[in-house]
């Protein structure tokens, strides 16, 4: 089975769970699962597998590596190191017919549903510097399998943590990047948006970080909230 078939399984599923979480869940859990999905947004998906994997835009301590991929697993994202080659691809190619994701040529609903992926293969000189991590390649061969026990653990403690814990993170970002990419690039060139960015954690101002792919700081005026910069300014060593 591919990944993007093993991802589209996982967000139809975690949509679903929606059902029992409105009937069983609290206000607070809504919440507190929007909070914790911020967190995993700025330490793993936007801080990690966009800023740090895909552009090396700064360095960080050890510690760090561990954090982005165990929590990466929460976003349903899929492994850092297809998603930051692929990315390192989008930049290459943005708004052509060989980018991987372009709304534009490729239509929003494709885009925003993840099913493009079906149709991408990708090249080895965007995968080449990330195949040389061995935390990297050892969390892409054990991503689903990870995620499944998660999945299974979360349920046998609880299965509100399981809901709000793992599949409430999982709709948000799917819904997040898909506004991202949908609406963060039009007219064939790339282009700020505020609804992606509350749901990304500052990765909205997309064009400024098409004009400063290698700046950590995508957020350039001081309106422009960016909250997974200042968390990378907490914790970079260079």
Same mark, same amino acid.
């Given at each position: 089975?591919?990944?993007?078939?093993?991802?589209?399984?996982?967000?139809?599923?975690?949509?679903?769970?929606?059902?029992?979480?409105?009937?069983?869940?609290?206000?607070?859990?809504?919440?507190?699962?929007?909070?914790?999905?911020?967190?995993?947004?700025?330490?793993?998906?936007?801080?990690?597998?966009?800023?740090?994997?895909?552009?090396?835009?700064?360095?960080?301590?050890?510690?760090?590596?561990?954090?982005?991929?165990?929590?990466?697993?929460?976003?349903?994202?899929?492994?850092?190191?297809?998603?930051?080659?692929?990315?390192?691809?989008?930049?290459?190619?943005?708004? @052509?017919?060989? #980018? +991987?994701?372009?709304?534009?040529?490729?239509?929003?609903? /494709? *885009?925003?549903?993840?099913?493009? %992926? !079906?149709?991408?293969?990708?090249?080895?000189?965007?995968?080449?510097?990330?195949?040389?991590?061995?935390?990297?390649?050892?969390?892409?061969?054990?991503?689903?399998?990870?995620?499944?026990?998660?999945?299974?653990?979360? @349920?046998?403690? #609880? +299965?509100?943590?399981?809901?709000?814990?793992?599949?409430? /993170? *999982?709709?948000?970002?799917?819904? %997040? !990047?898909?506004?991202?990419?949908?609406?963060?690039?039009?007219?064939?060139?790339?282009?700020?948006?505020?609804?992606?960015?509350?749901?990304?954690?500052?990765?909205?101002?997309?064009?400024?970080?098409?004009?400063?792919?290698?700046?950590?700081?995508?957020?350039?005026?001081?309106?422009?909230?960016?909250?997974?910069?200042?968390?990378?300014?907490?914790?970079?060593?260079?």
């Amino acid at each position: 089975m591919e990944n993007t078939t093993k991802l589209l399984i996982n967000h139809t599923l975690c949509h679903l769970l929606l059902i029992p979480a409105f009937i069983y869940g609290e206000w607070w859990m809504f919440i507190a699962g929007f909070f914790w999905w911020q967190i995993i947004a700025i330490v793993a998906i936007s801080g990690g597998y966009h800023r740090y994997y895909s552009h090396n835009s700064f360095k960080a301590r050890k510690w760090y590596p561990y954090a982005i991929n165990i929590l990466g697993m929460f976003s349903g994202a899929g492994p850092a190191m297809t998603w930051a080659a692929t990315h390192r691809h989008h930049h290459a190619h943005h708004d @052509t017919e060989d #980018d +991987p994701h372009s709304a534009t040529i490729k239509g929003w609903f /494709p *885009v925003y549903v993840n099913t493009w %992926g !079906y149709d991408f293969k990708i090249k080895r000189k965007f995968i080449k510097r990330l195949l040389k991590d061995r935390l990297l390649r050892w969390f892409h061969v054990h991503y689903f399998k990870l995620n499944i026990a998660i999945i299974v653990v979360f @349920t046998i403690i #609880d +299965p509100l943590l399981m809901i709000f814990g793992y599949a409430v /993170p *999982v709709v948000l970002a799917f819904h %997040g !990047y898909g506004l991202l990419n949908v609406l963060g690039h039009k007219g064939g060139k790339p282009n700020n948006t505020i609804i992606g960015n509350i749901l990304t954690a500052g990765e909205g101002w997309h064009e400024n970080h098409h004009n400063r792919a290698g700046n950590y700081k995508i957020g350039q005026k001081w309106w422009e909230l960016d909250p997974t910069a200042w968390f990378i300014k907490a914790i970079r060593i260079n």
